[in-house]
């Protein structure tokens, strides 16, 4: 569907980084005259906004965006796993795996003896868990300063920078998917109760 | 004018813009709620409505519906065996929806009648004919139980202009004279039927939701049977005595009130024999009845916290909201989980209802210096290969909002594809709800050369509209959306009347097997326990476990399934203790590994 860019949606150059809070920042003001609860709002243009502060505020999205309109490929592309991020792909999964099997065990204990039992293992298991995730935080700055890097050099190098995008979106998907799914594991273990029903 | 209504389980309200201010109007009998009960009396003589109505619940109960809320926009097939055995009949209707009262009226006509009401209250005490109006709903709602909330208000001869959430209501009502700074709102609202708890940013006059969270099955409603089924056995009085437990239900509702003032009160029943029934109850003893219930609402408000990506601290305000947040556990709950004070300020049965108000203020160009940017609760999805859920906008996704899908044919020729509209957050397609189905046509073509566009939007309401779009010649047509009821409501109901045949069938064994298999759990904590713990023990702690857990032994032997649920009992209360001295060696030893002790 031919539809407008979300960076000249929002009034923003395009480019691979932007100020999170000032993007929000300009579609809550932009909404004050467009959203359709206002005298001549528009569903349709709001939607429209809407879906361009969600892109802009993603850097998945900001990113995919940006190379769609530099013309370096697509988001549908099948690519591997980027360089570096196999290890961290392996861990995830184990993880994830030891998460759901002791979330499973410690739901099946019937009693609050039973879970205190577990609670040595708990300990260890969320350690785990939080250290994996400082790995990906810390993964997550090194990419964010690969995207202030890419920022800075845009208006000069864009031709040679362009065609890195797409791998690069592909890297902060990896990211906030995996820290998405062993935070949600985290949770669940959380909302079991220490005393069995 | 737009009126502004919250059509709540327990009691409604109604309300418009008078001077630039939001004013509630008070009903026949003067008070501002009216009860959200339709009494239908003997043969055609027009429904009872409001107050009237809840004064015939206890005398005529199957003449008397209420709480329709519960059942509006939802199937048959999904409710439960106590959501079936209302004092009022509620049968499945043809096409799988619920039918209920005496005159076998759908949810939605029932609602109509209070809404009707409503209206004409409003009507006769400002003298002009009210004709647009905002209708708030639980913000959990999915899109069936939005419609057909809407569908309500137009069978009341409504224009409705906005189906509105109803923590996004009273955020709009509490928020409204507090100027420019940014908050960040936490919105607990347990009213009669349902629970919601948003969590908003406010900023310069725009309410922005985060996210937001609830359980549709969970409300004061829920205390209410918990201490009937209390009281019931209590008292021992005969199960299938519908006119008495009727009674029993409005001693209980009016006992459960005054618990929220006092910390004891008397119940008391007198019965038709001339005898009557007396009983002294603490808060204490309700606490302990609700604590159960109050406690589905944690996940909640966990997961909407996780998915604001905030932290307990970070909230500055709590708002409360629902008649049931007047009990002080509630309130004592929602604190320590947001970890801040609630405010005191507002009235927890009229903010939703003046944020109605207000809300068509905004529309009608009254109310200017505020404006609501809502979200979807529930994610949408399409049905994928395997059955699973592919998600096209996710929950929390702010609204109106729309995402397009291009869908090619697998096959050559392939001439149409069927579309499974889902909503839900549920990995395997069928654990969702299923909006509808539609067929997709395609124009003949080769394998993967026809090409259609689908556009989902879900507007302002929260309701989704499907609209496709041909790429040859760019027309875009709304999809007819067949309801999802025909084949899978029989199915879940076939699982549901089976389960609970099943249920009734053999409970007591069952109740052994589970009582066995929670021994079996218990011995074997305790036998790991006294071997890795013995440090942990006190002096003779390792005695009295051992006996309590030989009398477990001993009615295992017996088969004794009294006994051993009793002792089960005795097992696991003394080892409580010891579990959460185990919980603290755990804490310690890990922040020992950390280095912190």
């Known amino acids: ?197 | 004018m737009i009126a502004g209504i919250d059509l709540g389980t327990t009691n409604s309200l109604i309300g418009v813009m008078d001077s630039g201010f939001p004013v509630l109007l008070a009903g026949e009998n003067g008070s501002r709620l009216t009860p959200s009960v339709v009494h239908f009396p003997e043969g055609d003589a027009p429904p009872l409505v409001g107050a009237s109505a809840l004064r015939m619940r206890a005398l005529d109960p199957a003449r008397t519906v209420s709480s329709v809320k519960r059942y509006i926009g939802r199937r048959f097939g999904e409710l439960d065996a106590a959501e079936r055995s209302a004092p009022f009949a509620v049968e499945r209707a043809r096409d799988g929806g619920i039918l209920i009262g005496p005159r076998r009226l759908s949810p939605e006509q029932v609602s109509a009648i209070l809404l009707g009401k409503l209206r004409s209250d409003a009507e006769c005490t400002l003298g002009i004919e009210m004709r647009r109006a905002v209708i708030t709903v639980p913000a959990y709602f999915n899109d069936a139980r939005r419609q057909a909330t809407k569908e309500a208000g137009r069978l009341a001869g409504f224009d409705v202009e906005r189906i509105l959430n109803e923590p996004t209501a009273a955020a709009l009502a509490h928020g409204l004279d507090r100027g420019g700074e940014r908050r960040r709102v936490a919105v607990f609202d347990l009213g009669g039927g349902t629970f919601d708890i948003s969590i908003l940013e406010l900023h310069d006059g725009v309410f922005q939701v985060v996210s937001t969270n609830g359980d549709t099955r969970l409300g004061g409603d829920d205390i209410d049977a918990a201490l009937v089924s209390f009281l019931h056995s209590e008292w021992s009085v005969p199960h299938d005595d519908a006119l008495l437990l009727a009674r029993i239900r409005e001693a209980a509702i009016g006992a459960k009130h005054r618990l929220s003032d006092s910390q004891d009160t008397v119940l008391r029943l007198p019965f038709a024999s001339g005898t009557s029934r007396e009983m002294a109850l603490d808060r204490a003893v309700l606490e302990n009845l609700a604590r159960p219930i109050l406690a589905r609402a944690r996940p909640c408000c966990l997961r909407a916290l996780s998915d604001a990506g905030l932290a307990a601290g970070e909230i500055d305000d709590l708002l409360l909201v629902g008649g049931a947040t007047r009990m002080p556990m509630v309130r004592e709950f929602a604190r320590d989980l947001f970890g801040v004070d609630p405010l005191t300020d507002s009235n927890p049965d009229e903010s939703v209802a003046l944020g109605a108000v207000l809300q068509g203020g905004i529309l009608s160009g009254q109310v200017t210096n505020a404006l609501l940017l809502d979200v979807t609760p529930l994610s949408l999805g399409i049905e994928t290969f395997g059955g699973l859920m592919n998600v096209l906008i996710p929950r929390n996704t702010t609204i109106p909002v729309k995402a397009g899908e291009l869908f090619t044919n697998a096959v050559s020729g392939q001439s149409a594809m069927q579309i499974h509209v889902l909503q839900g957050e549920r990995e395997l397609a069928r654990d969702n709800w299923a909006l509808g189905r539609f067929d997709l046509p395609f124009v003949p073509a080769p394998k993967g050369g026809a090409r259609v566009g689908v556009q989902f939007e879900i507007d302002a309401d929260g309701i989704l509209r499907v609209l496709a779009r041909d790429t040859a010649t760019g027309l875009e047509k709304v999809v007819e959306m067949k309801s999802a009821v025909d084949v899978s409501d029989e199915a879940v109901e076939r699982m549901i009347s089976e389960s609970v045949e099943h249920a009734f069938e053999d409970v007591e064994a069952r109740r052994f097997a589970e009582t066995r298999q929670k021994s079996a759990d218990l011995l074997g904590a305790v036998r790991t326990a006294l071997t890795k713990a013995d440090a942990l023990l006190e002096p003779g702690e390792r005695d009295r476990i051992e006996v309590l857990a030989a009398r477990v032994g001993a009615a295992l032997a017996a088969e004794d399934a009294p006994a051993l649920a009793a002792a089960n009992l005795a097992l696991d209360e003394s080892t409580r203790d010891l579990a959460a001295r185990l919980l603290d060696q755990a804490m310690e030893t890990a922040l020992k590994r950390r280095g912190i002790l």
């Open chain 1, 1 to 197: 569907m031919s539809e407008q860019d979300p960076f000249s949606l929002l009034g923003f150059p395009a480019r691979p980084a932007l100020d999170t809070d000032t993007v929000r920042e300009r579609f809550r003001q932009l909404s004050d005259t467009l959203h359709p609860d206002r005298a001549g709002g528009d569903a349709t243009r709001f939607a429209a906004l809407n879906a361009a502060c969600s892109a802009l505020t993603d850097p998945v999205a900001r990113l995919r965006a940006l190379a769609l309109l530099s013309g370096a490929g697509t988001a549908n592309a099948k690519r591997p796993v980027p360089p570096g991020f196999a290890d961290l792909f392996l861990q995830a999964g184990d993880l994830s795996r030891r998460l759901d099997d002791f979330t499973r065990r410690k739901t099946a204990a019937s009693s609050a003896l039973g879970r205190a039992l577990l609670a040595d293992e708990e300990m260890e298991i969320t350690e785990s868990a939080r250290e994996f995730l400082d790995q990906l935080a810390a993964k997550r700055s090194e990419l964010d300063a690969a995207l202030s890097h890419a920022d800075a050099r845009w208006e000069t190098d864009r031709t040679e920078l362009a065609p890195q995008l797409p791998e690069l979106a592909d890297a902060f998907a990896y990211l906030a998917r995996w820290v998405g799914e062993i935070q949600e594991r985290l949770l669940c273990l959380t909302l079991i109760p220490d005393s069995a029903p």
